[in-house]
């Protein structure tokens, strides 16, 4: 059996969608965040040193980092669904969005969450904060418009992993609405729905 270490508002949700579009039994582990620091309780530290979430247990396997684990859930339990064939084209563009929403997307979302609690010390950061979230902002915008999903016709691992970056973006995605669209197309799934029913309270669910 799977084992999901959940922390709420996070990460970890998109896990959550994942096993129920693959319809694959899983238990749950919840953490909840410090209210005043907004940080994981130490509790995770006893399930990996690192202490963050999502955490997923298999086997006498731990796996952690959201693409590692969408990667391996998709390849063991998959049956070949949510992902481009290997060795085709769109496998390779699916694998890039696996590493971007993490390697490159989220750091300037993280950045302006940070700064905006430093109010005007973080005056000098905010240009090239908001360049870097125009930029790859932008860069999802155009890779959605004309089309639903980020890579062929249908939904796969690649729109799970990056559906944290447009959630993550909810004050700002009335300027990309081809992102928006979309992010709304992926909350409207009945399986993402069910993951909220048994994840619990999720902020960015808007």
């Known amino acids: ?31 909840a965040r410090n209210a005043t620091t907004r940080l994981a309780p130490p509790e995770l530290l006893a399930v990996h040193p690192l202490g963050k979430s999502p955490v997923i247990e ?9 693409g590692a684990i969408i990667d391996y859930l998709i390849r063991h339990h998959g049956g070949g669904r949510l992902q481009p064939a290997a060795g085709t084209r769109d496998f390779e563009v699916y694998n890039q969005w696996l590493h971007y929403a993490e390697g490159s997307a989220m750091l300037p979302l993280m950045l302006k969450l940070y700064t905006g609690r430093l109010g005007e010390a973080a005056a000098p950061l905010n240009p ?77 669910a808007s």
């Open 1 to 31: 059996m799977i084992v999901v270490h959940h922390l709420n508002d996070s990460r970890s949700q998109r896990v959550l969608w994942l096993l129920e579009e693959l319809g694959v039994p899983y238990d749950i582990r919840h953490y």
């Open 58 to 66: 298999e086997d006498g396997l731990t796996v952690i980092e959201s």
């Open 128 to 204: 090239r904060i908001e360049s870097e979230l125009a930029n790859h902002l932008g860069y999802v915008e155009r890779s959605l418009q004309g089309r639903d999903w980020l890579v062929g016709d249908s939904l796969t691992g690649a729109d799970i992993q990056m559906s944290f970056v447009g959630e993550a973006a909810r004050g700002l995605r009335a300027a990309y609405p081809a992102m928006d669209a979309w992010v709304r197309r992926c909350q409207a799934r009945p399986a993402y729905q069910r993951a909220l029913e048994r994840g619990g309270p999720y902020a960015l």
